[in-house]
């Protein structure tokens, strides 16, 4: 669990903005379309699935090593795998259904944006990062969400929201002591990733004036496939060895605790703020805008 301190912080965040998955559908039967600028972030500590290795040296093949369940059981014992990911991005938004009378509402969202990737590993036995991977630039991401609400009297309702977003991208910015550098080689770095990324949040809503507060359970799927390449030259004699490390992993926790507060200062902008909480954070803020 993170430490208190850091908690605390993010209640204050909830003041600012709102999440993406969290939109609420405008109120007015008219307003159908809206868009939101969002903002999110993510602190999550993963769990190694498999991983390979596949050497090549100076043109022959020692073809593919794959570690079996009791050696990367082992590896998850004592290596941490964390990653942050900051998301920038814009959500394009429809009511589906929106009936007089009726207490259902029902919304899809598209989602374009970027994303910013930083990957640790942490050897915990001796408390030293082994290797770390940072974006260079952003990564396209997008998505689609698609979120159900339930009027229950004037200010309670609940709602159900879902999402899927999928990035990738590449990068050469790697500080790694797992693979070292070999000081009489020139050498060359290159780390790919794609990753998906699901969530359901079930809510109670209550609503006063221009004001909502909402808080319930979320349930969430981080899945991330990892390939890095490195390529070392021997500048006497031109023999290149090659060696392409592959990964897969999931979020450790599944499950948090989510609260969200909404204004509506305007007949057209809403602004939300909130997060999750449980062994990884979430926090994400955006600024709504109804057609």
């Not at 003041?15 to 903002?39: E, G, H, T, V, W």
């Not at 938004?93 to 942490?122: E, H, Y």
């Not at 070292?180 to 990753?195: C, G």
């Not at 490195?230 to 006497?236: K, L, Q």
Request: glycine letters at 6%; proline letters at 3%.
């Amino acid at each position: 669990m993170k430490k208190l301190s850091l908690l605390l912080l993010l209640i204050v965040l909830y003041l600012a903005a709102s999440p993406q998955s969290n939109i609420p559908a405008p109120d007015n039967k008219a307003k159908r379309f809206f868009f939101c600028m969002n903002y999110s972030y993510l602190d999550s500590d993963l769990k190694l699935l498999s991983m390979t290795k596949h050497s090549v040296w100076d043109g022959m093949d020692y073809g593919i090593t794959e570690l079996d369940q009791d050696q990367i059981d082992t590896l998850n014992s004592f290596i941490s795998y964390k990653e942050k990911l900051h998301d920038l991005n814009l959500t394009a938004g429809m009511v589906l259904l929106k009936t007089p009378g009726s207490p259902w509402n029902i919304d899809c969202q598209l989602v374009l944006g970027l994303v910013k990737r930083a990957n640790f590993i942490v050897n915990t036995a001796i408390n030293t990062t082994e290797q770390e991977i940072n974006s260079e630039n952003f990564s396209p991401t997008f998505g689609i969400g698609l979120n159900f609400s339930y009027l229950l009297d004037e200010k309670w309702k609940l709602k159900l929201y879902t999402q899927t977003l999928y990035s990738s991208g590449t990068t050469d910015e790697i500080q790694d002591n797992i693979f070292p550098e070999v000081p009489t080689m020139d050498e060359s770095r290159e780390s790919k990733f794609k990753e998906s990324y699901s969530r359901i949040d079930l809510l109670a809503a209550f609503n006063i004036n221009n004001f909502s507060v909402s808080a319930g359970p979320g349930f969430y799927f981080l899945y991330n496939m990892h390939k890095y390449e490195i390529a070392r030259t021997n500048p006497e004699n031109g023999k290149i060895y090659e060696d392409t490390i592959e990964t897969s992993m999931k979020n450790k926790t599944f499950i948090n605790g989510n609260i969200n507060l909404g204004w509506k200062f305007s007949n057209h902008i809403l602004l939300n703020a909130g997060a999750g909480i449980s062994n990884d954070i979430t926090v994400t803020a955006g600024l709504v805008y109804f057609l």
